[in-house]
């Protein structure tokens, strides 16, 4: 895995309109359109649900602006190697990010220390973003003033979009890899999954050493302009649960927690009783492919108890004809 602290840049400098259209294949003209039009291709994303229960706004894109914000992020994001720290919202093959290997850092650690950023998409400007392609990226003022302008929307970095997940990931840049440095250097380890951070110690330490990380982090956040949300503030120690992204870390591997387990359990039988009189409605059709995918998440931490749920599943599983119609999307695409 790379141990750069620092995000290195793989692509030259960017200093003109003709420059960035040709990257982005399409035309100066449609280039300045888009730049200034950016509302007229918005629109909304599918509402979620926080853990809490709360609705989280999502945002979208047409089909026009979409395609932009797809050559964006291939041909020029990714032109980038990303710190070792920064773990979500990045495709990275090579050095593969997720919330798995997020909690993976922390497994096994006698203290963990959680904080998360409070309203971290909103809280990421205009001004942010057009910080990391000038400074980060070193285009020109032009350049990056128009990157910007095309991957915010009413000066905010829109959750959704295909460019945000890497930009969130550069937000805090130019502060982060000296904060990595510092607790690096007394032995603690890491990481962020976008809007989650996390700290963790392979001995105990006291009251002092809790402060030091805690202010350090607060230290970073604060002069960029974000501020860590109180409530997710936790400390906790291996003689209780430690959980980083709804992960276990108590033991050498994350694992799902048990709770979680049996609810995806008891889902699994529901499917086996509506089978008989439902199981070829549309609407357990989708119930099915809801479930399955919640099984394969357990058997990806837990492979025998996962296997035993897919076979269930799969005695249950929705006539063919319904699949047929996602099979021919894939190929399509």
Request: charged residues 30%.
């Amino acid at each position: 895995m790379l141990r750069d602290r620092y995000p290195k840049v793989k692509i030259p400098s960017i200093s003109n309109t003709s420059s960035l259209a040709s990257i982005l294949s399409i035309s100066e003209d449609e280039l300045s359109y888009f730049t200034e039009h950016v509302d007229e291709y918005y629109k909304s994303g599918k509402l979620l649900k926080k853990k809490n229960g709360d609705p989280r706004l999502t945002h979208d894109a047409k089909p026009a602006l979409k395609q932009v914000h797809e050559r964006i992020k291939n041909r020029i994001l990714k032109k980038l190697d990303y710190p070792y720290y920064m773990l979500g919202g990045i495709s990275d093959p090579e050095n593969p990010r997720s919330c798995k290997t997020h909690a993976s850092i922390h497994c096994g650690k006698k203290i963990l220390i959680s904080e998360d950023i409070s309203n971290f998409y909103p809280n990421t400007s205009n001004e942010v973003v057009k910080n990391i392609w000038k400074q980060c990226f070193h285009f020109t003022e032009s350049i990056s003033d128009i990157l910007a302008k095309l991957t915010t929307y009413n000066g905010e970095l829109p959750q959704g979009w295909k460019t945000s997940g890497y930009l969130a990931n550069l937000a805090l840049w130019n502060r982060e890899p000296e904060l990595v440095k510092t607790l690096e250097e007394k032995e603690f380890s890491y990481s962020r999954f976008i809007d989650d951070i996390t700290v963790s110690s392979p001995f105990f330490i006291n009251d002092k050493d809790k402060h030091f990380i805690i202010s350090n982090i607060y230290g970073m956040l604060l002069p960029c302009g974000y501020s860590p949300k109180r409530a997710k503030h936790d400390i906790s120690s291996r003689e209780k649960p430690m959980v980083v992204t709804s992960l276990n870390v108590n033991t050498k591997k994350p694992t799902i927690p048990k709770r979680q387990r049996n609810n995806i359990r008891a889902m699994v039988f529901q499917m086996e009783r509506k089978h008989a009189s439902q199981g070829r409605s549309h609407s357990y059709y989708k119930e099915w492919l809801s479930t399955y995918g919640k099984v394969n998440r357990i058997k990806s931490f837990h492979e025998s108890e996962g296997e035993d749920l897919q076979i269930r599943m799969r005695l249950v599983k929705p006539p063919k004809h319904f699949f047929q119609g996602k099979t021919k999307q894939k190929k399509a695409k």
